[in-house]
């Protein structure tokens, strides 16, 4: 795959900037191991140009001032401009990380627009004022939220526009201006949104991109000029996140890992299971962090659910991103690869059971066979970790208490399903210690908020709560 895209500038200011080095990050297909294209490796001075003219744009300039109205008349021409370069967008994400076009121009190239369109909604539906009775003496006082400042955003590479416009859209609603890191492994499909802000005109210096890797990370977090950051990656980072901002005393929002389960009561329909599961669990060749990565079973269903699981898994399309007909693509990189190769051998080697896993796979690229796991000790590492690949682990259970247990025995608490009997299922699901859970299915909605408990994050994305986390609040007492 030879897709060769130069980002050699950084955007800040509602202007292209030559960096501060001549550091890069080349990215690699791979389906092939062809170069992709590079991008400019943000340095610390380069981050603090970005910073400026975020702060400025705050400190100074119409966005935070504006009404949301105004705002949200803003984020609507992003969305259209956004929606004009909608298939661009995705074949630069196919390109970069390998995600099946069935999958990229819905992720990259049409939720990003819904997402900006839903917050321009509720732009449109907000107050910044509201009065409220005193209850001490007579009268009324004002609540009132304004925006934090300038917000870090620090996008993930697994579905790199879907997740910044998760960020970015109530961010903006909010009135903050904002510094976009995105991940290595995807620096290219970010300038699209640069390069639509130009277009349409948008003010100056609210939206400001610069790409790198850790370094370039840990001087944005760093910044003093930073109010709030906005992170989705690995609970370790997030916990580094989460202590660094502590000591400023600014806030996070970090959607991190998990290690979801799926559970099945004997009420299921299994035909619906296991449709459900098909993108549940596998969507994105396992590299989603909702994905429901452990099935449980009732004991006396469990050999007909493992051996339905094995042929979902042996059914699954793996091959090509460019074929329409791909469900399944490679793996985002070389390191990847070896982690998820590495958890699997060390599950078989620690006596789990290895089945599926055998399907036919291209010559090259960072391709895994979709695998389900049984045996394995609830303790151990494949049925604790984050797997990151297509890896379904399946426990057997004897009573609901059980499954409960099991499905509450991970630091992880971030989605999960219950699938049976609709009033069984939600009994079951109010006692699942997770942010999100799907009763028959899982299927998360804008309009709910979304985030994890545990080692899974802090604060919500999704629905209005994602823009009150972007704003402080002011009591104003008379």
């Not at 005393?249 to 299971?273: C, N, Q, R, W, Y």
Request: charged share 25%.
């Amino acid at each position: 795959m030879t897709f060769t895209t130069v980002r050699d500038r950084i955007f800040a200011g509602g202007e292209w900037h030559a960096p501060d080095t001549n550091a890069q990050v080349i990215v690699e297909s791979p389906v092939d191991y062809s170069e992709v294209g590079r991008a400019v490796e943000g340095s610390a001075a380069d981050v603090d140009l970005a910073v400026r003219a975020a702060r400025e744009a705050f400190d100074n300039g119409p966005w935070p001032r504006m009404s949301y109205a105004e705002r949200a008349d803003w984020i609507d021409k992003l969305a259209d401009e956004l929606e004009r370069r909608g298939g661009e967008t995705a074949d630069l994400i196919t390109a970069e990380i390998g995600q099946p076009v069935r999958l990229s121009r819905p992720w990259g190239g049409v939720r990003p627009v819904v997402h900006l369109r839903y917050y321009a909604k509720l732009a449109r539906e907000a107050a910044l004022e509201q009065e409220r009775p005193n209850m001490g003496r007579a009268g009324t006082s004002i609540v009132r939220r304004e925006p934090l400042g300038v917000a870090a955003l620090i996008v993930p590479w697994n579905h790199p526009q879907a997740s910044m416009t998760l960020k970015l859209s109530p961010a903006l609603a909010a009135g903050c201006t904002v510094v976009i890191k995105p991940a290595p492994e995807t620096p290219l499909d970010i300038f699209n949104l640069a390069e639509a802000t130009t277009a349409i005109g948008f003010p100056p210096g609210v939206i400001n991109i610069v790409p790198g890797g850790r370094e370039t990370g840990q001087a944005l977090i760093e910044h003093e000029g930073i109010d709030k950051i906005g992170f989705t990656g690995s609970s370790a980072t997030g916990r580094h996140i989460a202590a660094l901002a502590g000591s400023r005393l600014i806030p996070v929002t970090l959607e991190l890992g998990g290690k979801s389960a799926g559970i099945i009561l004997e009420s299921a329909d299994l035909d619906s299971v296991f449709e459900s599961l098909r993108v549940a669990s596998f969507e994105n060749t396992g590299q989603t962090c909702a994905l429901l990565s452990r099935i449980l079973a009732p004991r006396a269903m469990y050999d007909t659910v493992r051996d339905r699981l094995v042929d979902l898994a042996r059914d699954l399309r793996v091959g090509d991103p460019l074929d329409e007909q791909t469900e399944m693509g490679p793996l985002v990189s070389r390191r990847i690869y070896d982690r998820v190769t590495g958890m699997i051998t060390a599950a078989k080697d620690s006596g789990a059971t290895l089945l599926a896993g055998d399907t036919q796979l291209p010559d090259r690229g960072y391709y895994v066979a979709p695998t389900i796991v049984t045996d394995a000790a609830l303790d151990s590492a494949i049925a604790q970790d984050e797997v990151f690949g297509p890896v379904v682990l399946l426990h057997p259970y004897d009573d609901v208490d059980e499954a409960v247990r099991i499905a509450n025995g991970s630091r992880y608490g971030l989605a999960g399903a219950v699938y049976g009997d609709p009033d069984t299922a939600l009994e079951v699901a109010r006692r699942i210690e997770t942010g999100s859970i799907g009763i028959n299915g899982y299927r998360p909605d804008l309009a709910q908020p979304y985030g994890g408990y545990k080692d899974s994050g802090l604060g919500r994305e999704f629905a209005p709560e994602a823009i009150w986390s972007y704003q402080e609040v002011k009591s104003i007492w008379r």
